[in-house]
């Protein structure tokens, strides 16, 4: 492969997060001489993004620290239909208030980790619902259907997995890769964007996006995609046993962000380094050395520094401080995660076993079953053995809570209110 020449397409190869590229000399080439813009987007089907679209996130982020102009596409129109791609069944259809909740959420992610003031290329947060909400769709059909084949658009294996396994896929749905091209020819028209970037299941509807460009205004545009990352057992990335590892703070606490960095398994460490954090790669060449027991400080290292960009360096040496507390010390840290319990309902007592499928440490009272017998639940440092024991008021602490918890890691302080 010849050198790359420019330095965003350095960094990016180097931390792992190419998949696929249109035109991989040429996109390097516009990076090495001029100030190229480029899109990702994001539709609004939650109040917060989680740690899988994480990678694409800090993409964005690169490109800005290296002079290029990111934009941070809110899929306000998009979300309005929902996009199929690999999935089994047409997503739930929102309503236009609901999507304008989570577009709110969704604004703040961007904050911590993209400049849309400063700068000489400030970043830009744009919203599909500009011009996507107001189209006349016979004008539609006739400036930008026609450039679309049925029989191309059936071949991509987002839809055709559908399709093979009997699946029902509404004409709905079907016009979402036509909308998602089109948006790329209306972010060349307002900001001159002649990249599109994603995760890999993406590289069809981009494709798309590229070709439709090429026929409406005889452009040129590239296609840059990442991988689509699983943890080395094999788990997808975000997604826990507990639920999704949600970006913003308001559904997910810092300390259980950290947290979950700072599970991360072994042989991830030095991968998740590249990707999420910004250190020097001889920095992660060190820390991804560490042997044994040592392999937990790069764990920590990764932690603090992924929370840092998410959620600001004092809340990242808060939840660290918190965890060196807990497993470190045993103390009683403020900055758990609490769950509130009606001060009459903690009065007349409540089964440990309900009491841990609340706080959302197990989910079923089976599952906390099973946790008693195997030792794994404990409640103010005292494992559980008994599993029809009841909690109540004589197990607060001085501080006034219930301390829960679940192995070594995890800990819900219960409070009465």
């Known amino acids: 492969m010849t050198a790359l020449k420019s330095e965003l397409m350095q960094i990016l190869t180097e931390r792992g997060f190419i998949h696929q590229c249109s035109d991989t000399a040429s996109l390097d080439q516009r990076f090495a001489s001029e100030t190229v813009t480029g899109y990702i987007g994001f539709d609004a089907t939650a109040k917060s993004l989680h740690v899988g679209s994480l990678m694409q996130i800090m993409m964005l982020r690169w490109m800005q620290k290296t002079g290029h102009r990111p934009i941070a ?99 709905l749905e079907f016009n979402y890769m036509i909308l ?48 689509l990352l699983t943890t080395s057992s094999g788990a997808k990335m975000g997604k826990t046993a507990s639920g999704a590892v949600w970006l913003n703070e308001e559904m997910l606490s810092s300390f259980e962000f950290w947290q979950f960095w700072r599970n991360t398994e072994d042989g991830d460490v030095e991968r998740f380094l590249k990707l999420y954090t910004e250190l020097p ?99 103010n440092d005292a494992a559980v053995t008994d599993e029809k024991a009841i909690i109540g008021a004589g197990d607060l602490t001085p501080e006034g809570v219930v301390k829960l918890s679940l192995g070594r890691k995890k800990h819900i302080l219960v409070r009465p209110a």
């Open 73 to 171: 596409l809110m899929g306000g129109g998009t979300t309005r239909i929902g996009d199929p791609s690999f999935k089994d069944e047409a997503r739930k259809l929102l309503t236009d208030d609901a999507i304008a909740e989570n577009l709110a959420g969704i604004r703040q992610v961007f904050a911590n980790y993209l400049d849309f003031d400063g700068g000489a290329h400030p970043a830009i947060m744009a919203n599909n619902a500009d011009w996507l909400n107001d189209l006349k769709y016979i004008d539609f059909l006739r400036d930008v259907g026609r450039h679309f084949s049925i029989n191309r658009m059936l071949s991509f294996d987002s839809v055709k997995l559908r399709l093979d396994r009997e699946q029902s896929l509404s004409f």
């Open 180 to 227: 998602q091209g089109y948006d790329f020819v209306e972010l060349y028209k307002r900001h001159d964007c002649i990249l599109q970037m994603g995760g890999s299941d993406q590289w069809g509807n981009i494709v798309n996006g590229i070709e439709l460009g090429h026929r409406m205004l005889d452009r040129q545009f590239f296609a840059l995609t990442t991988p």
């Open 281 to 379: 790669m001889g920095e992660i060449a060190r820390l991804a050395a560490l042997q044994g027991s040592e392999i937990n400080d790069a764990k920590k290292i990764l932690a603090t520094e992924v929370t840092a960009l998410a959620r600001g360096r004092a809340a990242a040496e808060a939840a660290a401080e918190t965890a060196r507390r807990t497993f470190e010390e045993g103390a009683l840290a403020e900055d758990l995660p609490t769950v509130e319990v009606p001060s009459s309902e903690f009065g007349a007592g409540i089964g440990v076993l309900s009491l841990f499928v609340r706080a959302g440490l197990v989910a079923s009272n089976g599952e906390a079953r099973r946790q008693v017998k195997g030792g794994g639940l404990r409640v």
